[in-house]
């Protein structure tokens, strides 16, 4: 399907067109001095849905994922959560509002246990009752922290992490280490989880372990995912709708047939991927 369209498919039961819209963005536009990142960009995400986001280096994918989690402000259009216009707000703000995003570079607190990592993510609520509250151990402290704690166990059993709960995140494998930052980014329960190169480093049986996860996620937490990744095969795999960019503007929105199936995706982006993948055949002697 081409640029402006919108794809529709089905998600957990439902069209794409019946189904709750999380993430709206609207003709978004930046530039960085005489160079637009992005051009007029609008696409929507909706609950329970997988969106790729593909499309050649310097094609604006970043730099859209910058603009959706509030790190940096379009020159032009809007952005919407959940129906609200949230384009003047903070990364922060966005966060607590739904809103999770892992890196490309996995970013957790390498010191602590990856119960603790996740942990973290809902300290922000508070404890209720304040300091005295602390020194007193109410009751309500102690009910909010059993909560946590059971929230906290049930990400990490969502995530395939039990078994090293009680683990410093930085004695962690790649794979693993990822899996921790992924379930810090649910504990906090997500309205649109934004995906990073997620499997940047990770090894065949990580990838699939991961695209599981994801999978389990979008239908246990019923959140939009918003996902960039280069592993063309683990797009058009994992996900329900593919939006592929190309200099900043929107080059097509489809299934992953159609964007398969797509001559100016194939000649843009998909061409190059093969196009790579053969070199390095040939530079492998076709092994």
């Not at 119960?115 to 602390?134: C, I, K």
Request: with cysteine.
């Amino acid at each position: 399907m081409g640029v402006g369209g919108t794809a529709s498919i089905a998600v957990n039961g439902e069209t794409s067109a019946a189904a709750t819209r999380v993430l709206e963005l609207a003709d978004v536009s930046v530039h960085f001095g005489g160079i637009a990142a992005l051009t007029d960009v609008s696409l929507d995400v909706h609950a329970g849905e997988i969106c790729g986001l593909i499309g050649p280096n310097g094609a604006g994918k970043t730099t859209l994922f910058d603009v959706v989690s509030g790190v940096r402000t379009p020159d032009h259009g809007r952005v919407h959560l959940d129906g609200r216009d949230v384009t003047s707000w903070t990364a922060v703000r966005r966060a607590r509002s739904g809103l999770r995003r892992t890196f490309q570079r996995v970013q957790t607190f390498g010191w602590l246990s990856v119960a603790d990592n996740v942990l973290a993510a809902l300290e922000w609520r508070g404890g209720g009752g304040g300091m005295p509250a602390d020194l007193l151990g109410l009751p309500v402290r102690r009910r909010r922290e059993r909560e946590r704690r059971a929230r906290v166990h049930e990400v990490l059993e969502l995530c395939g992490l039990g078994g090293v709960a009680d683990h410093p995140v930085s004695s962690l494998p790649i794979g693993l280490a990822r899996m921790a930052e992924l379930a810090r980014a649910i504990a906090d329960r997500p309205r649109l989880l934004l995906l990073d190169e997620p499997t940047s480093g990770l090894d065949d049986t990580e990838v699939r372990r991961l695209g599981e996860r994801i999978h389990e996620i979008r239908l246990e937490e019923s959140c939009a995912v918003l996902l960039v990744e280069h592993d063309v095969s683990f797009v058009m795999g994992r996900c329900d709708r593919i939006v592929v960019l190309n200099l900043g503007e929107i080059l097509a929105i489809g299934s992953p047939q159609q964007i398969q199936n797509d001559v100016a995706v194939r000649t843009a982006y998909l061409g190059e991927v093969e196009a790579s993948e053969v070199k390095a055949n040939v530079n492998n002697g076709g092994s």
